[in-house]
């Protein structure tokens, strides 16, 4: 099983980047599929999760909402998040995960 996420790195605020989660070793299109971040000194934290079909999970706590967007490639068995309206609270490292495992992730930091 490998995840193996991309397309990290330093944006000024307000701006936007576009993640990617190369998923192998497993049946992608079978789970829900999830994006978690983590912060410097921080615990893990939510930040959107999709199901196998491509409904995005919505949650009470949703610190993301209406700035993320998460999809899906099933053909290509690749996961997205699309951020937008980048703020420096938003720098942390972005993991890329499913019920069984998750990957080592892409660090995305928000600074002017």
């Known amino acids: 099983v490998q995840l193996v996420e991309s397309g990290g790195g330093l944006v000024q605020p307000g701006g936007s980047l576009r993640l990617s989660c190369t998923a192998s070793?497993?049946?992608?299109?079978?789970?829900?599929m999830y994006w978690v971040r983590q912060a410097p000194g921080e615990g893990l934290e939510w930040v959107a999760g999709?199901?196998?079909?491509?409904?995005?999970?919505?949650t009470f706590a949703d610190p993301v909402k209406g700035q993320f967007i998460i999809s899906r490639d099933n053909v290509k068995n690749t996961l997205y998040l699309e951020m937008n309206s980048l703020k420096p609270e938003d720098t942390a490292v972005y993991h890329c995960?499913?019920?069984?495992?998750w990957g080592q992730g892409t660090q995305v930091t928000v600074s002017s």
């Open positions: 995960m499913y019920e069984e495992g």
């Open positions: 070793g497993f049946t992608f299109s079978s789970y829900s």
């Open positions: 999709i199901t196998r079909a491509g409904i995005t999970i919505t």
